[in-house]
């Protein structure tokens, strides 16, 4: 009971929507909630008094029957997750996704490849089919966002493999993960303020002190800790994108400490000037 009241009045004395923009929540945070109580984790969500969620399933219900749930629970589905198999080879179906959720985004947050192994081959590969799914994206109201994972960092020229991305993204855009691009070596601000009108989604995700980055994209999940209290420049970036006016800024927390820290996650954001 006094969890409840806790997460109730987190609810009434944060505003955490402001200046146009708003703070959402990526399902994937509460994948394993999902596995035991749909109704219950959704609840739990609207209880943190968020509205805009990023996600793209229905963990085992019905479209209808999860619509229900989302209307019940006053959720939007503003973006939703895209396979780069599916963007390839199949991009109707991500329309069609999109569409039936109601969402004006679709991200994709990761392109396989072979053992570790990414260069420009894989880049240029990644960013052809960006652009070619974007465009159809486009026709239909839906913007097509990459979530870069890392390893989309390392050295190319005088800079990385992002920026050729970044550089060639002509019918896509950016969701920037602010863990990811700080643990494949990036500075998530200087991406920001270097590529200003790239960036049109953002995920809000603090890192442990003390964790190495690498490249490979891949990181321990219990190194996700409560936004402004990691190594991340979480006040910096957010700072940028009220600047730049991105929409939607996601916490993902992929910790199994999830549903005590998002609230402390949101009390932080609350703090921000």
Not at 23 to 37: A, I, M, T
Not at 99 to 107: D, N, P, R, V
Not at 110 to 115: A, E, M
Not at 161 to 184: C, I, P, R, S
């Amino acid at each position: 009971m006094k969890k409840i009241i806790s997460t109730f009045l987190l609810a009434l004395l944060f505003n955490i929507s402001g200046q146009g923009q708003e703070v959402g929540l990526q399902l994937y945070s509460l994948r394993n909630q999902f596995k035991e109580d749909v109704p219950g984790t959704l609840k739990i969500i609207n209880g943190w008094g968020i509205t805009k969620i990023e996600g793209g399933g229905t963990y085992g219900l019905s479209m209808g029957e999860f619509k229900d749930l989302l209307k019940k629970n006053n959720l939007n589905v503003v973006s939703v997750g895209a396979s780069f198999e599916d963007l390839e080879n199949n991009v109707q179906k991500v329309i069609d996704n999109a569409k039936e959720f109601g969402a004006t985004y679709a991200m994709c947050a990761w392109v396989p490849h072979d053992d570790n192994k990414w260069d420009l081959e894989e880049t240029e590969h990644a960013t052809k089919v960006f652009n070619k799914a974007g465009k159809e994206l486009k026709k239909n109201g839906i913007a097509l966002a990459y979530h870069a994972h890392g390893y989309e960092f390392r050295p190319w020229k005088d800079g990385t493999l992002f920026d050729y991305m970044a550089q060639n993204a002509k019918d896509f855009t950016f969701e920037l993960d602010v863990f990811w691009a700080h643990h494949g070596g990036a500075d998530p601000l200087a991406l920001m303020k270097k590529y200003p009108k790239k960036f049109t989604l953002m995920h809000l995700k603090d890192m442990q002190h003390g964790i190495e980055g690498n490249n490979t994209g891949h990181e321990d999940v219990e190194t996700n800790v409560v936004l402004g209290t990691g190594q991340v420049d979480i006040a910096g970036t957010v700072a940028e994108a009220k600047k730049l006016g991105i929409e939607y800024m996601f916490i993902e927390d992929e910790s199994s400490r999830v549903v005590e820290q998002v609230p402390e996650s949101l009390k932080y954001l609350e703090s921000l000037d």
